[in-house]
């Protein structure tokens, strides 16, 4: 059994609720998107609805091309690397322009999804439902945190916000370490 299959998500409940798990279960994942709804919250109702538009869109195209050509890759230097840094914006607190934004929300969608498609089979017909999953789970986590933090206006709400990013980079830079350490 190839590695990258060891974290499949069988959850006993079907193709949609499997991929709703796998994003759930997968860390690096996770962390991405709570790091980009967090990022895009700061930006205001602007940022939301620009992660709401273009996460889940360019997370199911990448899906799909992964799902396609079966790429065999996991860039696991690449992906942490990019939580990470969106980690840091987000304890930074920093103010991006919507295009800078934009290409971060559609290029870090394009490479995770890219990645798990790889991880999951493809339906020998049709949409496949853990493909929905996934998708769905991105849309509703990274719409639920970026409303609440875009319409939070507290200080100690923002902390918090910054709080959460920094945590989100410490997470990936112990995991730079220990893929350094493993290599």
Same mark, same amino acid.
């Given at each position: 059994?190839?590695?990258?299959?060891?974290?499949?998500?069988?959850?006993?409940?079907?193709?949609?609720?499997?991929?709703?798990?796998?994003?759930?279960?997968?860390?690096?994942?996770?962390?991405?998107?709570? *790091?980009?709804?967090?990022?895009?919250?700061?930006?205001?109702?602007?940022?939301?609805?620009?992660?709401?538009?273009?996460?889940?869109?360019?997370?199911?195209?990448?899906?799909?091309?992964?799902?396609?050509?079966?790429?065999?890759? @996991?860039?696991?230097?690449? @992906?942490?690397?990019?939580?990470? $840094?969106?980690? /840091?914006?987000?304890?930074?607190?920093?103010?991006?322009?919507?295009?800078?934004?934009?290409? @971060?929300?559609? *290029?870090?969608?394009?490479?995770? *999804?890219?990645?798990?498609?790889?991880?999951?089979?493809?339906?020998?017909?049709?949409?496949?439902?853990?493909?929905? *999953?996934?998708?769905?789970?991105?849309? /509703?986590?990274?719409?639920?945190?970026?409303?609440?933090?875009?319409? @939070?206006?507290?200080?100690?709400?923002?902390?918090? /916000?910054?709080?959460?990013? $920094?945590?989100?980079?410490?997470?990936?830079?112990?995991?730079?370490?220990?893929?350094?350490?493993?290599?």
């Amino acid at each position: 059994m190839p590695l990258l299959f060891a974290h499949l998500m069988q959850t006993g409940f079907g193709g949609f609720y499997d991929g709703v798990a796998h994003l759930f279960l997968t860390p690096s994942d996770l962390l991405l998107v709570l *790091g980009l709804a967090l990022l895009a919250g700061q930006q205001g109702p602007q940022g939301g609805r620009l992660l709401l538009t273009l996460l889940p869109l360019s997370w199911w195209i990448g899906l799909a091309v992964g799902q396609h050509w079966g790429l065999d890759f @996991t860039l696991a230097l690449l @992906t942490t690397m990019l939580f990470s $840094s969106v980690g /840091v914006l987000v304890a930074l607190s920093l103010r991006l322009s919507p295009l800078l934004l934009a290409f @971060t929300v559609a *290029g870090s969608g394009l490479l995770f *999804g890219l990645i798990n498609g790889f991880t999951m089979p493809s339906a020998a017909s049709g949409l496949p439902l853990d493909v929905l *999953g996934v998708v769905s789970g991105v849309a /509703v986590l990274s719409v639920l945190i970026s409303a609440q933090v875009a319409a @939070t206006r507290s200080n100690g709400f923002c902390i918090a /916000v910054r709080v959460a990013g $920094s945590w989100i980079a410490a997470a990936g830079f112990l995991s730079v370490g220990m893929l350094f350490k493993a290599a």
